[in-house]
């Protein structure tokens, strides 16, 4: 399976870095720099290789890991530069740097001067972390020595707070590199991948997320029952692995960031619910938790849309794979490890009904805001949902001119996700009904309905999962 589906915008990102490169720069500086940023397990790291395999350019690619002292990180830079395709990169095995001023002033020297190359930073932040000191060291080595050779440098993360901060005015870095962002991949990539119809795309994207490994092991043409199957009952698959990997490198065992983000995982998606169901946590130790959580981008934070503010908020985990992983797979993780995943499965079967309806709503409600124009309701620029505290009215889509409070109200939508029962004439009514309960709403508002199954009702905009997916296209 090509894992590069759904990445020629990236790809040709990195293409047009390194022509910057090789056309050089003002004063004679050509060198440049990249923060790049995407969730764990995203595919950054495969992305950068076939990018610099296809570049055919002499290179280094680097990996930090969680290294207790500096001495180690180094040891471990050293190893990867003497066994580079860089011109000198022998100067290494003459020499053991100390510090990373030597280390980054001897790779500066291994570099070529009439050609073009690159070096790869990955999980920079490990290295930061280990040495506070070091941004500031690859600040001024990079203007002194590698900003004057023809070299992309590419630093590489997954903390998605630590990188972009990285660039932030006051920090040494601030305004010398350009930033990108690697996200999953889409829907319609899903669809691509896997052959599939375009609803079974979006069913196979709430489980996977869009994580590359996991699509990987996803056999092209399976059904998810079919792909469940083999992968819950299979403690090694990626799916089972892939978030509890990823929460390790995140936060450690029990930590009340960890208990939040599994309490909001089991569903709870208020203030108050959340603490009950972390544990009783002080209003206090929640707010840190849930600060974190968003900092880190692992958790959205909503409130209602609509023309009057409101103080209620609703979290809800940010990455599809992981709202799936948290609601079935890692409370029992025990019971698969022991060779009872059928147990697993069947808890899937009999609720996914009900949590698709819920899952679908954020990926719905992403796809509209990307829709191209003409799609929408003129003046539709933000796309959210209306709740009150008791939930009468809930509304699944609203479409506005700006949020978190709008001027003005485009559209109210109902999101219908069911195999065999389409939008009909009670859908559309009780739609009708909490519009006209909805501060800011008339029947001037457009109602629309997003169905799996169509819709047999008339006087309402039906978008399907086709539709949903030409949002994604490149």
């Known amino acids: 399976m090509d894992g590069f589906v759904g990445r020629t915008r990236e790809l040709a990102a990195l293409d047009g870095m390194l022509r910057k490169v090789v056309r050089g720069g003002r004063a004679g500086r050509p060198g440049r720099a990249l923060l790049m940023r995407g969730r764990r397990r995203v595919g950054k790291s495969r992305l950068v290789e076939e990018f610099v395999d296809r570049a055919q350019v002499p ?16 040891a471990l830079f050293v190893e990867a530069a003497a066994s580079s395709t860089l011109p000198g990169a022998a100067l290494f095995t003459a020499q053991r740097p100390a510090t990373w001023d030597a280390a980054l002033t001897l790779l500066a020297a291994a570099l070529p001067t009439d050609r073009p190359s690159v070096v790869v930073l990955d999980e920079m932040p490990y290295l930061i972390a280990t040495d506070s000191g070091f941004e500031g060291t690859l600040q001024k080595v990079f203007d002194r020595e590698l900003s004057r050779r023809p070299v992309l440098l590419v630093c590489v993360g997954s903390d998605l707070a630590m990188m972009e901060a990285l660039n932030d005015y006051g920090r040494p870095f601030h305004q010398r590199a350009t930033e990108m962002v690697v996200p999953p991949l889409s829907p319609a990539d899903v669809r691509d991948m896997l052959d599939l119809p375009s609803a079974d795309a979006i069913d196979a994207y709430l489980v996977s997320g869009g994580l590359p490994l996991i699509l990987d092991e996803w056999p092209v043409g399976a059904s998810l029952d079919d792909y469940l199957s083999e992968a819950v009952t299979d403690p090694t698959s990626a799916l089972l692995i892939s978030a509890e990997r990823a929460l390790a490198a995140e936060f450690p065992a029990q930590t009340q960031a ?12 208020t203030f108050s619910l959340i603490a009950r169901a972390a544990g009783d946590l002080p209003q206090a130790s929640l707010s840190r938790a849930l600060r974190l959580l968003t900092d880190k981008r692992l958790v959205d934070v909503a409130t209602p849309l609509s023309t009057r503010p409101s103080r209620e908020t609703r979290y809800a985990v940010a990455d599809p794979y992981l709202r799936f992983w948290l609601s079935f797979l890692g409370p029992h993780l025990p019971e698969i490890e022991r060779g009872r995943g059928d147990l697993t499965l069947d ?6 009904t009900s949590w ?6 954020p990926v719905v409600r992403e796809s509209l805001r990307r829709l191209p124009g003409g799609w929408l309701p003129d003046g539709t620029t933000v796309v959210g949902a209306y709740w009150t505290r008791t939930n009468d009215p809930e509304i699944d889509l609203v479409g506005a001119d700006r949020a978190p409070v709008a001027r003005r109200l485009t559209l109210v939508g109902s999101v219908k996700w069911l195999e065999k029962r389409p939008f009909d004439a009670h859908d559309l009514g009780r739609l009708l009904t909490h519009r006209a309960r909805m501060p800011g709403a008339d029947e001037q508002v457009e109602p629309i309905a997003v169905s799996r199954s169509g819709a047999t009702v008339d006087g309402v905009r039906v978008l399907s999962p086709d539709d949903l997916l030409t949002a994604w296209r490149d």
């Open 59 to 74: 290179h280094l690619f680097f990996t930090a890991s969680a290294q207790p002292t500096v001495a180690a990180d180094l």
């Open 258 to 269: 960890g208990l939040v983000l599994r309490a909001i995982g089991s569903g709870e998606r």
């Open 347 to 352: 808890r899937i079967r009999t609720s996914w």
């Open 356 to 361: 698709r309806g819920r899952a679908v709503e």
